[in-house]
């Protein structure tokens, strides 16, 4: 077990006594959980620390550093319940103690200062064929050429770019009987309203027609579809909050690593630069209930 920095104050074994009560479509300002007094309040922080010192736990931060990356705890918390404030912003949201110690012990899991700083990601990973389609069946018969395939056979072959020699069989191997038959959606804006396409497809997502599927499920198209639909919605959410937390936590932790490289005298604060301000980015459909 690590001991105690010399410098730390005492854990406080209670949080900040007092409740704040919101009445419906109204927010108490000011809004409490990330001021000054509520991080004092948790205790267990030091007053001083030599530069260079490996800070690999939540206690290893003074009360300067967690209201430094008091911005980054609000934004996390509303990346944590995105139903519950996605029509409110993160500066108006109330962080309770445990919320606190939630975030800075997500901070250090299997993290510690010594680490490189971090290049931001600048975007969500990639979508995968898998977040926006569900099995439905197999193939009953080998399958006819595609739409676009016949189109590009009937094109001109100089005109077209020659094909790696693996991808054509991978993608005729897909349509062969007893390969996996899928569901497909996908989603696009326009004029206020999302419209929602679906398409059976192959494993390497070459279209198909429903009339070559022997099905696994006994429930109809509209059923599918929903099923299909609600798979890709919760995985684009995944994809939206992995990215914003990971924005999160990068720009929190170097700031750490550069305050542990500082450090700190009694009495005064790192001197290093702030937090980089993360803007969150929002899934679409999210984005437009906020609007409305």
């Not at 919101?22 to 108490?28: A, I, K, L, Q, T």
């Not at 995968?128 to 069946?137: E, Q, S």
């Not at 006819?144 to 054509?168: A, H, Q, V």
Request: proline share 8%; charged share 30%; glycine share 6%.
């Amino acid at each position: 077990m690590m001991e105690d920095h010399p410098g730390n104050v005492g854990h406080a074994n209670m949080a900040p006594s007092s409740t704040i009560k919101e009445e419906p479509d109204s927010r108490p300002l000011p809004v409490t959980g990330t001021r000054y007094e509520d991080f004092e309040s948790d205790g267990g922080y030091p007053t001083s620390r030599p530069g260079g010192y490996f800070m690999n736990r939540p206690t290893d931060l003074n009360v300067h550093e967690k209201f430094d990356v008091g911005n980054n705890l609000r934004k996390w918390v509303k990346t944590e319940h995105p139903e519950l404030y996605h029509k409110v912003r993160p500066e108006e949201i109330n962080i309770s103690a445990n919320q606190r110690a939630d975030f800075f012990c997500t901070l250090y899991k299997d993290w510690t200062s010594p680490a490189d700083l971090e290049e931001m990601p600048s975007s969500p990973r990639p979508k995968t064929k898998d977040d926006t389609r569900i099995h439905v069946g197999k193939w009953n018969q080998y399958l006819p050429p595609s739409d676009n395939k016949r189109r590009r056979d009937e094109g001109d072959d100089n005109k077209s770019p020659t094909p790696s020699p693996k991808k054509p069989k991978k993608r005729e191997e897909a349509r062969l009987r007893d390969k996996p038959a899928y569901l497909a959606v996908g989603s696009s804006a326009g004029k206020g309203v999302d419209k929602v396409t679906s398409d059976f497809k192959d494993g390497s997502g070459q279209m198909a027609t429903s009339q070559y599927i022997d099905w696994k499920s006994k429930d109809n198209i509209n059923q599918l579809k929903r099923r299909c639909l609600t798979k890709w919605e919760r995985n684009e959410r995944t994809r939206i909050r992995q990215f914003n937390q990971g924005r999160i936590l990068i720009s929190s932790r170097n700031y750490i690593i550069e305050a542990a490289a500082a450090g700190f005298v009694e009495g005064s604060r790192p001197s290093v630069s702030l937090p980089g301000v993360i803007e969150l980015v929002e899934h679409e459909r999210m984005r437009r209930s906020s609007r409305s």
